[in-house]
């Protein structure tokens, strides 16, 4: 088998990743491209941050609610294949974003909040199991430090790595909106023209427009509120 066009790296409880997600879908089906869903834990990139001192309230159930979703999709690829993570994450980002946030971010790690999104990739409901067993943690943290070599540690979700094994990875490109389909194709090439050029390194701006997503209470069109991010975060740095 050839190698993916793209390793795409994701946490499923991150907005910015999920939003690029669906971008590079878009261009994936008019390009032909081969994505490889790969897995990175904001959880376990915080395993050593106060997260009471450092981040909004929610953000430590909302980050333990992602690392349990990548459990099951650790066991859903051991099982099922690469092709199943796709429409997994697919399945897991309707329901995390399509909708209002849950009273508390822990419900998305429990199995009334995966089993459906399992049924509606067509996966088997027994693979919630999952959520509760910590021996997928190596894995996961064996893949998070993967995609940090690849890019460095002060970065958030997504990590794309380009032409892999030998191509260049990046943090990003961070989004707000989903682009139509003809801005989605350009933007890819604009991406990887900067990818393609060994001397690039970076090319960022902190503040982000909120995502727009029914989960962030932003309506599609609508121009949401700036905010000031750090290192891909919104850590406070109390």
């Not at 897995?39 to 690392?67: C, K, M, W």
């Not at 067993?133 to 064996?142: C, K, P």
């Not at 998070?144 to 032409?163: C, K, M, Q, S």
């Not at 309506?219 to 406070?236: A, M």
Request: charged content about 25%; glycine content about 10%; some cysteine.
């Amino acid at each position: 088998m050839s190698s993916p066009d793209l390793h795409f790296y994701f946490d499923p409880v991150c907005p910015f990743a999920w939003l690029t997600s669906t971008w590079v879908r878009t261009v994936a089906a008019r390009r032909e491209l081969a994505v490889e869903w790969r897995f990175i834990s904001l959880r376990l990139v915080n395993a050593s941050v106060d997260y009471d001192a450092q981040f909004p309230p929610g953000y430590e159930a909302g980050h333990t609610a992602g690392l349990r979703l990548l459990r099951v999709a650790a066991r859903t690829r051991a099982e099922h294949g690469h092709p199943a993570v796709a429409d997994l994450y697919a399945a897991l980002g309707e329901r995390v974003f399509g909708s209002g946030p849950p009273r508390d971010p822990a419900d998305r790690g429990t199995r009334g909040f995966v089993e459906p999104a399992l049924a509606a990739a067509g996966l088997p409901a027994g693979l919630a199991t999952a959520l509760d067993d910590d021996s997928w943690d190596a894995q996961l943290q064996a893949e998070t430090d993967e995609a940090l070599a690849l890019t460095g540690r002060d970065v958030g979700t997504p990590i794309l790595h380009f032409r892999p094994p030998s191509g260049t990875a990046f943090f990003g490109p961070v989004i707000s909106r989903v682009p139509d389909p003809e801005q989605a194709v350009a933007l890819w090439d604009h991406v990887v023209g900067l990818a393609t050029f060994p001397g690039f390194a970076e090319l960022k701006r902190s503040l982000r427009e909120r995502p727009q997503l029914p989960s962030e209470g932003v309506r599609t069109g609508d121009v949401g509120v700036q905010e000031d991010w750090h290192g891909g975060s919104r850590r406070q740095h109390r």
